[in-house]
Structure formats: structure tokens, C-alpha cells
């Protein structure tokens, strides 16, 4: 007689012993790192197969090293993903194989709320296709600094307001990172856009953002002088975002000439297009562009 199929949001309870592998704390610690991973992302970024991946995460969460989480489904559309998120057996671990001395879990901080959740996927998508996209054309993703790393010490700066007040207000991208290519580095802020915020207030943080690199605060954080901020629309209103694009396309343009404002929809983007082909438009500029380009030899 065939075993009834397990459920996933059950664990085994006397799973057997398992041998930790470097890579298993190579994803305990990505975990901890980017608050939540799916299982298609962990996959793409440490394993080779699916089957691999599937049985080493089910064994790090019947050991209790990870949590698993999974989104509200909405009638007919089918099933949520595979979400995992830190247990407190991985904090442990990360305390005393990498050095975490300041990590901290709590029972509560499991309970993450399903917009927090499908927030930090998206960030977390554009974050494998460019780690991928990096490794598939020999660039170095240098750092990747998550809201949480910026939030830790950041700057404000004093902005005058669609509404006519001024107000101190922080500069915290959902990340930042930098990438070396073509013997030059290339950094960026990314900022996810789900299209609840108002164009009014896109406005004040793009005001924000030019206040900060004008006033020589970012030059002085970054030890660069070069920026690109990178608006990802991930949305599912009619034209997948499309629309949404152009709106906060005009809406930088109105404010500033300033070449690195940069706009691309996620479900357009993937790991082949999302460096090195035109999937991306500049402010103050028509055509679709592409991101990291080889210098040009005359």
C-alpha cells in the first residue's frame, strides 16, 4: 500500500540524522540574509537540480535549521510556493559557523505578514537573475546590501514636497548593490514599486534622491561618484505594468535631466536579458536601453 503524500507544512518527527554540507549553511545563511527565500530561488542559485534542492530543504526543515512559510492562494490559482524562512536551530548555527554574533530570532519573527512576504520575493527575484546573470557573463557581484543593511545606518536629507513642506526624509532603497564588468563598477540603488504609492510621493523620494547625491552625502557613503536607481514595477494590473512604467517614467522626467534614473517591469526581466540586452528605459530617453554595456572602441 503507497504512503499517504506528505503534507508540506508538516515535519517529520524523528527525521533522521542528516550531515551538514557547506552549502546547506551557505543557504541557511542566505536565508537569514534576504528574510525569505522560495524554493526556486535557493535552487537557481546553490543547486543543479531540483531533486537535490527539494531533498536537502525538506531535511533543513525537518531539523528545524529553517521555517516554512507559504502565501494565501487565491481560488484557482493554484498552489503557493515553497517559502523558507530562518528557524532558530540556523540561528544557532550561523552564531557559531559564520560568526553572527548579533543575530536574533524570535518566535514572532516567523509571522510574517503575506504583503511583507510577497514584497521581499520580488526584491529577492531581481536579486538571483542579476547573481545569475553576473555568473553567466563572468561579472562580479561585489556586494548586495538588503533594506535591512541599509537600514542600519542611513542618511535623510531635507526635501521640499509635492505638498509645498519640507521634510527630513530617509534615503533606504530596498537594496544596493555594485557589480564589476568591463574593468569598471557599477552601482545601484533598487527600488520595487508595486504601484500603491501616489506620483505625488514618487515624486518627493526621486526629490530625495537628487537632494542626497547633490548634497555629496552619497559620495561620501559609497566612495562613488556614479549611481544608477533602478525602479522595478512588479504589478498585475492590465499592461503588466507597462503603463505604470510610463507614469513614473514622465513623472522623473519632469523633475530632473539627470541620466541614471532607470525603469523595467519584473515579469519582463530574466537572468539572460536583465544586464546585457535592451530590457531597460532611461529617463529622458525612448528606446529600451541595456543596463551594463561593453565600452565602446573607436
Not at 7 to 30: F, S, T
Request: with cysteine.
Amino acid at each position: 500500500m503507497s504512503q499517504p503524500k506528505r503534507k508540506r507544512h508538516v515535519r517529520q518527527e524523528n527525521p533522521p540524522g542528516m550531515v551538514l554540507q557547506q552549502r546547506d549553511i551557505d543557504v541557511i545563511e542566505a536565508v537569514h540574509r534576504f528574510r525569505v527565500l522560495s524554493q526556486t530561488q535557493i535552487e537557481a542559485l546553490y543547486f543543479r537540480s531540483r531533486a537535490t534542492a527539494q531533498f536537502r530543504l525538506e531535511k533543513l526543515y525537518d531539523h528545524r535549521f529553517l521555517e516554512r512559510r507559504f502565501l494565501p492562494v487565491s481560488l484557482g490559482q493554484g498552489r503557493s510556493p515553497t517559502l523558507y524562512i530562518l528557524d532558530k536551530r540556523g540561528m544557532e548555527l550561523l552564531r557559531t559557523e559564520r560568526g553572527y554574533d548579533e543575530i536574533k530570532w524570535f518566535g514572532s519573527s516567523k509571522d510574517l505578514k503575506p504583503e511583507f512576504l510577497s514584497h521581499s520575493l520580488a526584491i529577492n527575484d531581481v536579486m538571483v537573475m542579476v547573481a545569475l546573470a553576473c555568473r553567466n557573463n563572468g561579472f562580479a557581484l561585489e556586494q548586495w546590501q538588503t533594506e535591512n543593511d541599509v537600514k542600519a545606518d542611513y542618511d535623510r536629507v531635507i526635501v521640499a514636497t509635492s505638498g509645498g513642506k519640507q521634510e527630513r526624509m530617509p534615503v533606504v532603497p530596498d537594496s544596493y548593490f555594485t557589480i564589476a564588468a568591463y574593468e569598471r563598477r557599477f552601482p545601484f540603488f533598487l527600488e520595487l514599486d508595486r504601484g500603491t504609492m501616489t506620483l505625488g510621493r514618487f515624486k518627493d523620494k526621486v526629490r530625495a534622491y537628487l537632494t542626497y547625491y547633490k548634497s555629496g552625502a552619497y559620495q561620501k557613503r559609497y566612495g562613488t561618484s556614479a549611481v544608477r536607481l533602478l525602479s522595478v514595477i512588479s504589478t498585475a494590473t492590465t499592461g503588466g505594468g507597462h503603463k505604470r512604467l510610463d507614469n513614473l517614467k514622465k513623472a522623473t522626467e519632469s523633475l530632473t535631466k539627470e541620466p541614471w534614473f532607470w525603469f523595467g517591469v519584473l515579469a519582463d526581466l530574466t537572468s539572460a536579458n536583465i544586464l546585457t540586452l535592451p530590457t531597460w528605459y532611461q529617463a529622458n530617453r525612448d528606446e529600451a536601453r541595456v543596463l551594463i554595456s561593453p565600452p565602446t572602441t573607436t
